[in-house]
Antibody, heavy 116, light 110 residues
Framework: QVQLQESGPGLVKPSETLSLTCTVS????????WSWIRQPPGKGLEWIGY???????NYNSSLKSRVTMSVDTSKNQFSLKLSSVTAADTAVYYC??????????WGQGILVTVSS | QSALTQPPSASGSPGQLVTISCTGT?????????VSWYQQHPGKAPKLMIY???KRPSGVPDRFSGSKSGNTASLTVSGLQAEDEADYYC??????????FGGGTKLTVL
């Protein structure tokens, strides 16, 4: 059974860069698509984008200018960077297995708060 | 891509049947058979319940079913149980390798 675990700072200052890592266990990251999805407190889900194990990426057009995803197959990890954050970026961030339609496995989520 | 439209709430008594709709456009729901549904209990990660319109992952009860007509997809829960009370989100492939979610529906078991 594939398991995913998000890690990173729970507090980021406005205008700085949010950085999160997702560690995959129980299976290889190679040959699959991996996504980041977020959920502001009390609100719905928003797909941020995905990365393929080869490094190919695709981002939500609304966030594209601020998002960078990367993958480290040697560590079975993939990462998210979101620059120039504001309070509107406060959310629970999930990593999940899947590209742009179906996400079979999800991490437990990590709350990231943007505040000074 | 704009979010898919779901009713904010739905409800039913134990044992009843409830249907939740998810309306998009011909560029997402209507254009592809890649609609998924997720169940989310408070404080938990979403769980895949239906994918590719009407397929159930292993372990999901057959009380849950999905369908699609035109630009609207539907999730039906039959034989409603107390543990079905949760938020439900639809998602769809939206072309150009993009994905989009619905706004979510809070299902209450009366």
């Amino acid at each position: 059974q594939v398991q995913l675990q998000e890690s990173g700072p729970g507090l980021v200052k406005p205008s700085e860069t949010l950085s999160l890592t997702c560690t995959v266990s129980g299976g290889s990251i190679i040959g699959d698509y991996w996504s980041w999805i977020r959920q502001p407190p009390g609100k719905g889900l928003e797909w941020i984008g995905y990365i393929y194990s080869s490094g190919n990426t695709n981002y939500n057009s609304s966030l594209k200018s601020r998002v960078t995803m990367s993958v480290d197959t040697s560590k079975n990890q993939f990462s998210l960077k979101l620059s120039s954050v504001t309070a509107a970026d406060t959310a629970v961030y999930y990593c999940a297995r899947g590209g742009s339609s179906t996400w079979f496995y999800w991490g437990q989520g990590i709350l990231v708060t943007v505040s000074s | 891509q704009s979010a898919l439209t779901q009713p904010p709430s739905a409800s039913g008594s134990p044992g009843q049947l409830v249907t939740i709709s998810c309306t998009g456009t011909s560029s997402d729901v209507g254009g592809y058979n890649y609609v998924s549904w997720y169940q989310q209990h408070p404080g938990k990660a979403p769980k895949l319940m239906i994918y590719e319109v009407n397929k159930r992952p292993s372990g999901v009860p057959d009380r849950f079913s999905g369908s699609k007509s035109g630009n609207t997809a539907s999730l039906t829960v039959s034989g409603l149980q107390a543990e079905d009370e949760a938020d439900y989100y639809c998602s769809s492939y939206a072309g150009s390798n993009n994905g989009v979610f619905g706004g979510g529906t809070k299902l209450t078991v009366l």
